[in-house]
């Protein structure tokens, strides 16, 4: 049988024998070309390379789609939580600093907070009631914006690490010189730098927002290195 006998639709199978490769066949056979035995070259163990399909892989993610890749995606639970974590620790911290800064709320303010420090054998304590207020104000400030926040972490947990080392004869649970509200709030200032702030925050689109781990533990360390500063050198 001839080429011209073959059918270029035999069997309800378009492609087959033609070029238009519906079946996944490429056109081995076009009409008026030299009859072979149908499997293409039989040297090459009855394949030829011309006539297979290379099905195409899976398109590779775009490079600037990072977030997709490492499921960095909405989590209602868990960013609703990280936004009232943040706003309950940071909103503490503004608090207190403007009653240290301006005495508002029954405050002490600088010259109160001053004379406060030097019941615990601080020296400078002018100096050191500014940089504290101001620590607690920008620090507190970073974690409601949900900005810089392993910044904002470390800043208020350095405050209040120095708080529980100071209250730390008076126990846990003796009001008012227990540490039990410092506690609480240092430890929840250790979680944000380890979390991040969550979707619902101004650094949802830098590096350490999605992956606040190495920032974080860096940032640990420089809260731990005020802390020791603060004890050794001013007090």
Known sequence: ????????????????????????????????????????????????????????????????????RRGYTWHGGMDVGLLVLRLA???????????????????????????????????????????????????????????FTPVGAAAVLAVAANVIYLKWSGGFFDPPVGFEREALLASGAFILLFTGPGRVSLDRPTPWGRRPVPLGLFMLLVAAGLCVLTLIVLR
């Open 89 to 147: 620790i940071g909103g503490t911290f503004v608090a207190h600093s403007l009653q240290k800064l301006f005495g508002l709320w029954g405050g002490l303010g600088i010259d109160g907070f001053a004379r406060y420090l030097g019941t615990f054998g601080f020296s400078q304590t002018t100096l050191l009631s500014w940089i504290t207020g101001i620590g607690e104000l920008v620090g507190g400030a970073l974690l409601v914006l949900g900005l």
């Open 1 to 68: 049988m001839s080429t011209d006998d073959h059918p270029t639709d035999p069997g309800g199978y378009p492609g087959v024998y033609s070029s238009g490769g519906g079946a996944g066949y490429s056109g081995a056979h076009r009409l008026g070309e030299p009859e072979d035995s149908g499997y293409g070259n039989l040297d090459t163990g009855g394949y030829d390379s011309s006539t297979t399909t290379v099905l195409s892989r899976p398109t590779e993610p775009a490079a600037d789609d990072e977030p997709a």
